[in-house]
């Protein structure tokens, strides 16, 4: 189906899909836990958007955009309610709902806006679904399921989480799961699909105990997800090692981390501390800057849905010059009021109040810090196996430039290995031709090939 691209992502000036969380207001709020899903009529045809609202522990939200036909997925967007009035906003796209929650809490009736086009948009709720293909799984698998609660020594963080164990004798090789940026719960979850839980069930069916953890503020994890720098993560990681280590069913010389897009810099970076682990299995991380990623996500993205490349050079300027703004003004305030002046001369029907909480977020020290992020800068200390995996399809973590510098940077690490997977993108998902059918309709799911990668490379270092 043919769409106005240039409408649905102009002004995509500067991804922060990486660090978004939504905020909400009153605890009296209604509860919005879960899909708000609507067709928006475009320009030559109808986009299903699809909204992911996750509770958190202190009354946040964290909310995620997908539009499955144009291959967008977990788009960072932040949301306000006043009232009944809901406010989504994806400052990625350069868009935003705005529409009223209806008395039973069923639907949301608004307006999408973006540059030079509004359409009529009507969201309708669906409950996170217990999908029937997984249901049976989770509460019956061939495995002994812990739940799990520790305490991350370096700053009292108690964290939870779950440790899962496979059917036989031990000792068996072990995993902690780290899931990419954003606060999240255990499995990852993003819409019906598990990342982090798919793979934790795959590797326990096959002989590996993971433990996946709930990220700080989500669940029954202390602290603030949205404080907390890629270094300071590290600490959450090394708690779950220590846990795992100490586990009898553990063979506790072959204990290893997998991190999915930052959660595999963090991974990486645990390779640099003192006790590290056993090996480490990178998915989409990245080799560069955030400045550079910011750009090449922008880029990847409009390309992919066919921008021009006058398009693109045009919102590759607008970013330049924010992106310039946030690294070149370290007085806040300053910061924060230049942002917002340049974001609504790039979106005039921004409003004020919208454009002072983009740059608020655009000039935090959490975003400021992933802008100037050298993710390499420590790699050459690392001394264990890794296998790097990237998919051709990511568009937010690009596989060839990104696995290059790793593959630079990680020059001292034995075993090295890195690949491109053929068509998986950035939730390492097949093409959706590919996916299961459940009820008649496609089931994202994580690609086949990646996990047996996974797997089979986990267990030839285990079993050396």
């Not at 919102?315 to 910061?335: F, G, H, M, S």
């Not at 089931?443 to 030839?460: D, G, K």
Request: hydrophobic share 40%.
């Amino acid at each position: 189906m043919k769409t106005s691209v240039y409408h649905f992502l102009i002004r995509c000036f500067l991804p922060v899909l990486l660090f978004g969380a939504a905020s909400f207001g009153a605890s009296a709020a209604p509860k919005l836990d879960g899909l708000w899903k609507g067709p928006l009529k475009m320009p030559g045809g109808e986009l299903e958007v699809v909204f992911r609202l996750v509770g958190l522990s202190d009354g946040t939200y964290f909310a995620t955009l997908d539009v499955p036909l144009q291959k967008v997925s977990r788009m960072s967007v932040k949301a306000e309610l006043r009232g009944d009035t809901l406010t989504l906003a994806a400052p990625e796209a350069g868009s935003r709902f705005t529409g009223q929650v209806a008395a039973n809490g069923q639907q949301i009736v608004g307006t999408w806006h973006q540059p030079g086009f509004d359409a009529p948009l009507t969201l309708t709720f669906t409950p996170t679904p217990a999908n029937p293909a997984t249901a049976k799984v989770r509460l019956t698998p061939p495995y002994r399921e812990d739940e799990v609660a520790y305490i991350n020594a370096s700053n009292n963080l108690k964290i939870s989480g779950l440790v899962t164990v496979p059917a036989g004798v031990g000792p068996f090789p072990a995993v902690v799961l780290v899931s990419d940026a954003g606060a999240h719960d255990r499995d990852a979850t993003t819409g019906d699909y598990r990342l982090l839980g798919a793979l934790a069930d795959y590797l326990t069916r096959r002989g590996i105990v993971v433990l996946r953890f709930d990220d700080r503020g989500v669940a029954g994890s202390a602290g603030n997800y949205g404080l907390a720098t890629t270094e300071e993560l590290v600490t959450d990681v090394q708690a779950g090692l220590k846990l795992l280590r100490t586990r009898p069913e553990v063979d506790f010389s072959h204990v290893g981390v997998i991190g999915h897009g930052e959660g595999g810099n963090v991974a990486l970076l645990t390779a640099t501390k003192p006790l590290p682990p056993a090996f480490v299995v990178a998915l989409a991380a990245y080799g560069q800057s955030g400045t550079v990623l910011a750009t090449q996500q922008q880029a990847a993205l409009l390309r992919s849905t066919g921008s021009t490349p006058a398009q693109i050079e045009e919102a590759a300027r607008q970013q330049k010059l924010v992106l310039d703004v946030i690294n070149q003004t370290p007085d806040a305030a300053n910061a924060q009021t230049l942002v917002a002046t340049m974001l609504r001369q790039n979106d005039p029907t921004l409003e004020a109040a919208a454009a002072q909480v983009k740059a608020t977020e655009l000039t935090s020290t959490r975003y400021r810090y992933f802008l100037k992020y050298n993710p390499t800068q420590h790699l050459g200390e690392v001394k264990c196996p890794v296998l790097l995996l990237n998919g051709t399809a990511d568009l937010e973590v690009a596989a060839e430039p990104n696995l290059a510098a790793l593959t630079k940077a990680l020059r001292n690490a034995p075993n090295l290995t890195n690949k491109a997977l053929p068509g998986v993108n950035h939730l390492f998902q097949p093409a959706a031709t590919e996916w299961p059918l459940v009820g008649g309709e496609p089931h994202p799911n994580f690609s086949p090939a990646a996990l047996e990668t996974v797997r089979a490379w986990i267990m030839a270092r285990s079993l050396k």
